[in-house]
């Protein structure tokens, strides 16, 4: 396996204020793999954690948890997960000091840069403006030391056509480039010490299609040439639709769907996923789901499955909490069913999983709920009614949190639906 | 609501720079050594036995034995009990804080003066100049602009006092008002003015419109100096930040949905181009403080920066040291008011 | 035919320091009544160039050489044209005035919503003021009228109107009609806006139409408003003049909850009394559309509403612009790079290159059956779910301060022909409505 990630976790600090603010959780538990010359995609939305997991991927970034391990044996990589649903923390240790990345320093990590690189979405401020073409693409190989600067400078000039750009081009200076040029430049740059592993943080963004084609077209064409393992990184399902072999679906810092290209999107299994393929425009197969909402605030993101309060599939056991709950009983208390709540009195959430409706009688609480149910789905998470504390209870269900289910050939969806009981 | 967490927060913040202040202005007392603080209390005829018991009797009561950062701490706790030191000038002698009661309202009424001066010339023609750019008036408020913050303020002073003070004789230069209209005045002697210190204010509440009238000559020339110095920044910054500003897609929009050219300018791009130019204004309080000193002095105004100067032509460590002690914590709270302003007139600023 | 808004032979250059920059050809655009066309093209095509055009909203470096918008009779880019040596203080100078003349047209009866969702709102006034401030610029006495009625109507007035509302299950002519009888108008929408909210309850409902009255205003305030609702326009008088727009603003706060929430906003009350920060980007294009719909404009011009939002989101906004297009009975011109997001939503397509039109025709025509080879070229190199082999369009896109002769496409073309080289194509007709600026489809 060349690169694969376990339990990968990165929350950033927020600071500010005189106790902190808590950390925006960026990519949370996270498992995935990219095989010797195989390209991966990741789709997700803009917030959805897919390019800090390409950062730590490349090491980039410290995680806060989680393992990076680059370059493992298929055989240790199965004895690794055992270990880990065995939760035998020895032996995963002991495998995790020799191939994970986040413990390389010094001698070791050096050499690994030269083996991994980054490509960026920006062509405009991702290359140095005061320098030339030239020494854009040899820094990397003279500073991990991968070759000595006259060698350097002869193999830009084999990189440059590998890329499709004439040798002229070396003495250029990037504020003469197009946009795609520019790209091409990047490219050269980071294949430019040969790499296994290359990630490619939304490579084509910026460019027109006519452009993109072009890229895209380039680096399947690397791809076969150097069998490089490559990771894409795109919000455009079009593309990675084109390019990958695999897809991981991103969705609030989680996987929540991952498998082959082909089965994906002609059978997308997670709801977000159903409803994501379904949103790009000209795409004709099924009905359009449109989502609610927007992606959650990753500081405080919904609990249980992420994607429950914009699910249109979802369940009683999805996540809902009493403040969602509440919010909603509130909204229906004030509009629909005007004079149940009396003036003054509110909805308050107590703790995760309990309500009290001031001054509502528990009868009438329940009818609502049993007429509202099948149209405001988190109501379905409420268990019980009864009087109590002036007013009526509402006592919700726990919820349960979504781990990895195999379902077809190489698929795993987070989905309660999938969950085989 | 939010807005008093955090003005409490930046209250809260304001200690350490107060401790670190304080501490500068201390350190800088103890710079001479004991001598230099013993020198004030001793009477230099003082000799032999008699000295040396004056002078053991008085470094334990000034603590000037123990070690220095416990010596701050007793310094520090004279600071807040308000003795601040003397100072011996020959406009003044007394206890510090005496001294900043009188001086301080007349530089506050000058300052004062020239911000709103500041204000009022500063936006329009920033506004105008950006608006109107490359016009000729725009050019000719961009040169004349760039003179001044060129010319360093004594000039302009000396220019302004040659121009309408001299030739013209259309403004007093001298003082704080005409000493023949005070002196026979009950509220008024030995150059102080009572309740407030301020002449302008005391002679309106004592209903004398003549003295009042001319105390507000008197101010006008060193205010308009003060004020034309830091106009000139103003002027600029609020030009770029104005045409910034007018580049911004939320003018577009605004054009888009048919605001008139008027108020584009006055309200969709004035409140957002003001907001650097507030941040500028906290450097611009430095700027008057400083001004004032050379101001007064040319004007022989008696504010804080009249009596600075005459502390520091004649060796008064206790007026140095008051008066800088003065000018930061106006510094210090300028900027803290200012920060307080900023968060709002600017609903993205999170506290 | 009768066009909504007709651009004709648009020129339009850019004179910068690195030299004068050519970005619109001679751009010919016809936007029919009712219909949405969409525009698309590469960056540097003159796509946005266009839009702004129209708008008169282009910056001070921008030459006007020729070319006409024309927009109920009359040509919106005179001043700009006007002027005979170019120079930014002479072009600045024409372009206030250009603002001057525009004002009464735009954000009434055409307007514009812009790319950047994250700038385009005024960060330090809130999104209901925003809003407001566009009725209040050009439809005071709508907003006088609302206030009016409400002052105006006794409670047995409001209760006979939600007799009639009831026994017409809200039928716009029917409340219309009982309002203009009983002298009330501006009544309805506030009446029709209630009972069509699906958020509340009948009971609810009734109580608040029912409340539709009996509203207290000061003498002075009652005055003002009605004078502005006999067509006087918003009095210049000092203080009067604050009073009536602090009332104006306030109903306008008032119009702009009931036009967000069926623009699908949820909480629209609380999100008027917002500031742009506090929303998410689809929240705030949603503002946007909503400024530039509130006053129903002949024409909207939308400049790639959807490029900077998310999938997800971007399927809400195109999702509210079709259901617009059913509602209102404006004309939408729609820019984007996406062909496909045009695909969704337009009648017809043209496609912009080098700042010209090459093809504009029927939507299922352009991205079916293309004509010109830049069209079929580009649609080759779009990326689709179904993976299907791309191509890219080899070489790069002309220098647009030194155009090509002939064919602005011909460096690229693999047609090119020594005619592309010396003349420029004219727009040949294939079919029905359908237009090719290709030497291949005409006259050889």
Redesign the interface.
Known sequence: MLIAARNLTKFFELRGGLTGKGAVQAVSDVDVEVREGEIVGVVGESGSGKSTLGRLLLGLIAPTSGEVLFDIPEELLQKYDEARSANDKKTMEEIASKYSITRKSGRELRALRRRMNMMFQDPYSSLNPRWRVEDIIMEPMVSTGYLTGNEARKRVRELLEEVGLPREFAYRYPHELSGGQRQRVALARSISTLPSFLVLDEPTSALDVSAQAQILQLLKRIRERFRIGLLLITHNIAVVSYMSDRIYVMYAGKVVEGGPKTSIISKPQHPYTVALISAVPGNSRGPRVILRGEPPNLVDPPKGCHFHPRCPMVMDNCGWTAKEVAEELEFLLRGRYYGMLKEGSKVVPQGELEILVEGAKAEEVRKVIEEEKEEVKSLRSIYEVREGNGGALVKLMRYDIPGMYRTDEGREVSCLIYRKT | MRLWIYIARRLLILIPTLVGLTFIVFALTHAGGNNLILAEYINPRLSGPAREEAVAKLTAELHLNQPIYVQYFYWLAEVLKGNWGYTNTPIFSGSVTQAIALFMPNTLSISLFAALLIWVIGIPLGVFSAVNRDSVGDNAVRVTSFGLYSMPIYLIAVALILALGVYLKVLPFAGVVNPLLVSNVPWYHNGISYPTHILLIDAIIHGDWVVAGNAFLHMILPSLTLALGVLAGVIRILRASMLEVLDQDYIKLARAKGVPERAVYNLHARRNAILPTVTFFGYTVAGLLGGAVVVEEVFNYPGIGYWTTQALLNNDVGGILGSTLVFGLILIFTSLILDIVYAFLDPRIKY | MEYALSVKDLRVSFYTRRGVFKALNGVNLELRRGEVLGVAG??GSGKSTTGLAI?G?LPRNAKVSSGSVLFDGRDLLAPLTSIRKFS??RN?SAI?KL??E???????RI??V?Q?PM???????QVGYQIA??LV??NPSLLASRKLARVRATREDTTALLKVIKENEGSETAVREFVESRHLKGLEEQALFIWRRN???E??KE?LILDLCCEKVGSTTKRLLESLEGGMGITKAPVLSRLLRRVLFKEGYRKAVEFLSTLGVPNPEKVVQM?P?EL????RQRI?IA??LINNPDVVIMDEPTSAV???????I??LVKDLKRRVNSSFIFIS?????L??VSDRIAIMYGGRVVEVGPKEIVLKAPRHPYTT??I?????????E?????G??PDMRNPPPGCIFNNRCPFAMDKCRKEEPPSYKVSEDHYVACFLQGGK
């Not at chain 3, 700038?119 to 006034?125: A, G, H, Q």
């Open positions: 590469e960056s708008m909203l930014t203080g600045e206030r603002h001057r525009l004002a009464p047209i735009r954000g009434k307007s514009m812009f950047e700038t385009s709102l005024n960060p330090v006034l401030e566009t610029i050009h958020d509340i309850n009971l609810r109580r500031y920060h998410s980007g689809g929240m946007v400024i530039a998310d999938v997800t989101v971007q399927a809400q195109l999702e790079h996406d062909l496909s997001v695909g969704e070229m580009l080759n190199a779009i990326p689709t779910l179904d993976g299907r791309i191509r890219g369009i080899e790069e896109a």
